[in-house]
């Protein structure tokens, strides 16, 4: 008499697989159902002959339910098992892992201790299966102690030949914020896949050693050929380091590689040229793809954002609403990360509407960019009502706000608002103290500005980088401190950099030191021989000192080497649109001609009535 197909293991655990892969959990459950209603087919006996077939049937029952999400009924099917095997244990500690990585871990523990294995009294043995499980949970956790624990094991065990508990092993390590155990691991490893490299590649990336990264690229295309993954692994080296050639090159051995339409492959390439500022480049890639999806088009919104192309981000943005396409919290952060002074306030205050719309409000990601939005548009209040309103903040969502009260001068606030940030648990990081300083700047306060960055290591470990010393420079520059300052840059240890000069020269020129000032232009000269600020500073003195040749000297330089003083720039917005004003281009606006109309007839008004008031004194 021939049995029924549901009551064939082997034809069950294929359907139970399915159930599992396609996360059918109805289906699955019904297929649970045949297992009950036929206890004495599916009966787990340690003398059973036919007890393998009968396990591999409860095996993948587990392994349905953990796939479909369900890790109770997966520990339920798991605690009904009489015997169990390395299988049953591996399914549970998957699905524990997806429930938390603590879990996981635990169901590994009593693993460990279990005496329990089909047709003998002796204790379950892990295999490769379980250790790149668990160590998938270890750097799920980024639990440094458990990671090595289970190395520990791997090694007593005899597994560490095994290429994929390899694998899992330098990935773990990665995670775990340990890069040289993963590297030791890899170095140690007989036998290496392309698996092997793209996580080494990966991990070095992500832990921004990225020199290393791309070394490793070169060195394992002599032995395995790269895949897609590997390429994007390569890519976000090359972003990280701004390796533009590096970043090119690869780009042609994704071409050969036939993967250039790869989606994965595509967006890394746009972060590439995107960073390195070759946004002709990032577009060329942008336009190749035919079905991008969010995380590329998120890409090319901050690249353009990054580029200084604002206007290019807001049309597109505006395009992909317009389109219906899907738009996602990662999309509206990046646009509100293009807005700036000169930004469409209309338009920031439709994204708003829009994120409203869409419930982001939750997300703190676009909550601290509709802070920055805000502030940077001249609305320090709706700044402080998003903040306010914002459920849980970070040291972003802090920075945020400290920076948009010394954005608008207000240094006593700021100080109050660092207060409440250390009191509510959040760490200050070099963003912090950037605003701190500013906040400095605009109440006077040199003496506390230069305690503040002597704190910044010895007090909360954040190393002082240049963008704080240029602050400092500005700060006592503001304060009329010039000789100071000039100390403060040559005894300090970025007395190279242009960026310091650059603000003592500014001071020097609003306080009209022409000493001092002439002294940092040279210095500036030095550094940075392509700079026209400096040539324009020193015109300037020469000018003041009527030393007309050295003056015209100067000039001639600056027009030898094709340099052009930074022009000014004016904008109003007007009925949703920004209009901008170049100092000294009659032809800056489309409608300049009737702008100059305008101001002709207004001049003319405002002559009539100057004469009309002269007479009248007169009389």
């Given at each position: 008499m021939s049995v029924p197909a549901l009551l064939n293991y082997a034809y069950l655990s294929g359907l139970l697989s399915s159930c599992g892969r396609a996360a059918d959990h109805r289906l699955g459950a019904a297929l649970h159902a045949t297992v009950i209603k036929n206890p004495a087919h599916f009966l787990l006996c340690p003398l059973r002959p036919s007890l393998r077939h009968v396990l591999v049937a409860w095996n993948a029952l587990v392994s349905m339910y953990a796939r479909c999400g369900r890790h109770e009924d997966a520990a339920r099917v798991f605690d009904e098992m009489r015997v169990r095997d390395s299988v049953s244990w591996n399914s549970l500690i998957a699905s524990a892992s997806s429930s938390g990585a603590e879990d996981a871990l635990v169901q590994f523990r009593q693993m460990l201790r279990s005496p329990f294995s089909y047709g003998s009294a002796t204790r379950v043995s892990c295999d490769h299966a379980t250790f790149t499980t668990v160590l998938s949970a270890c750097a799920q956790a980024a639990s440094l102690a458990a990671c090595t624990m289970v190395h520990g094991l791997v090694v007593s065990r005899g597994f560490e030949t095994e290429v994929s508990v390899g694998n899992a092993l330098v990935t773990a390590y990665f995670e775990c914020g340990s890069p040289g155990s993963a590297k030791r691991v890899f170095h140690g490893m007989a036998e290496r896949n392309v698996i092997t490299w793209t996580g080494m590649i990966s991990g070095m990336a992500r832990a921004e050693l990225y020199e290393?990264?791309?070394?490793?690229?070169?060195?394992?295309?002599?032995?395995?050929?790269?895949?897609?993954?590997?390429?994007?692994?390569?890519?976000?080296?090359?972003?990280?380091?701004?390796?533009?050639?590096?970043?090119?090159?690869?780009?042609?051995?994704?071409?050969?590689?036939?993967?250039?339409?790869?989606?994965?492959?595509?967006?890394?390439?746009?972060?590439?040229?995107?960073?390195?500022?070759?946004?002709?480049?990032?577009?060329?890639?942008?336009?190749?793809?035919?079905?991008?999806?969010?995380?590329?088009?998120?890409?090319?919104?901050?690249?353009?954002?990054?580029?200084?192309?604002?206007?290019?981000?807001?049309?597109?943005?505006?395009?992909?609403?317009?389109?219906?396409?899907?738009?996602?919290?990662?999309?509206?952060?990046?646009?509100?990360?293009?807005?700036?002074?000169?930004?469409?306030?209309?338009?920031?205050?439709?994204?708003?509407?829009?994120?409203?719309?869409?419930?982001?409000?939750?997300?703190?990601?676009?909550?601290?960019?509709?802070?920055?939005?805000?502030?940077?548009?001249?609305?320090?209040?709706?700044?402080?009502?998003?903040?306010?309103?914002?459920?849980?903040?970070?040291?972003?969502?802090?920075?945020?706000?400290?920076?948009?009260?010394?954005?608008?001068?207000?240094?006593?606030?700021?100080?109050?608002?660092?207060?409440?940030?250390?009191?509510?648990?959040?760490?200050?990081?070099?963003?912090?103290?950037?605003?701190?300083?500013?906040?400095?700047?605009?109440?006077?306060?040199?003496?506390?500005?230069?305690?503040?960055?002597?704190?910044?290591?010895?007090?909360?470990?954040?190393?002082?980088?240049?963008?704080?010393?240029?602050?400092?420079?500005?700060m006592l520059g503001r304060a009329g401190l010039l000789h100071d300052a000039k100390s403060f840059i040559e005894d300090g240890p970025f007395k190279d950099n242009v960026l310091l000069w650059q603000a003592l020269m500014g001071a020097c020129s609003f306080h009209g030191n022409l000493e001092i000032g002439k002294y940092a232009a040279e210095k500036l000269l030095l550094v940075d021989p392509d700079s026209p600020s400096a040539y324009v500073l020193l015109s300037n003195i020469y000018s003041t000192e009527g030393r007309w040749d050295d003056r015209a000297k100067v000039m001639k330089k600056m027009r030898e080497m094709g340099l052009r003083k930074d022009t000014g720039k004016s904008w109003i917005e007007l009925e949703k649109e920004v209009h901008s004003f170049v100092v000294g281009s009659p032809t800056s606006h489309p409608d300049s001609a009737a702008v100059d109309d305008v101001l002709l007839q207004l001049s003319a008004v405002a002559g009539d009535r100057q004469h009309g008031l002269m007479e009248g004194n007169a009389l």
């Open positions: 290393d990264s791309i070394m490793l690229f070169r060195q394992m295309r002599r032995t395995v050929d790269a895949n897609n993954a590997t390429y994007s692994s390569s890519l976000l080296a090359c972003a990280g380091s701004l390796a533009a050639k590096g970043g090119q090159q690869i780009h042609g051995l994704i071409v050969k590689a036939g993967l250039e339409t790869d989606l994965h492959v595509q967006s890394g390439l746009m972060d590439v040229y995107s960073k390195c500022g070759l946004m002709e480049d990032a577009l060329s890639v942008f336009r190749s793809c035919r079905d991008p999806d969010e995380v590329f088009l998120t890409v090319i919104l901050v690249g353009f954002a990054q580029n200084g192309l604002e206007e290019k981000a807001f049309e597109l943005f505006a395009e992909m609403v317009g389109e219906g396409i899907c738009i996602d919290t990662n999309m509206v952060s990046a646009v509100l990360g293009a807005f700036g002074a000169s930004a469409p306030f209309a338009l920031g205050k439709q994204i708003h509407a829009l994120v409203i719309k869409k419930c982001f409000g939750r997300n703190m990601y676009v909550c601290n960019g509709l802070v920055n939005m805000y502030s940077k548009c001249g609305e320090l209040q709706e700044s402080v009502q998003v903040f306010d309103e914002t459920p849980s903040k970070n040291s972003i969502s802090w920075n945020s706000i400290i920076s948009a009260f010394a954005r608008h001068g207000q240094g006593s606030e700021v100080f109050q608002l660092f207060e409440s940030m250390k009191a509510n648990g959040a760490n200050p990081t070099d963003v912090t103290f950037l605003s701190l300083l500013h906040g400095c700047s605009h109440v006077g306060s040199a003496k506390k500005g230069l305690e503040i960055l002597y704190s910044m290591s010895s007090q909360y470990g954040v190393l002082p980088r240049v963008e704080h010393y240029s602050c400092v420079v500005d």
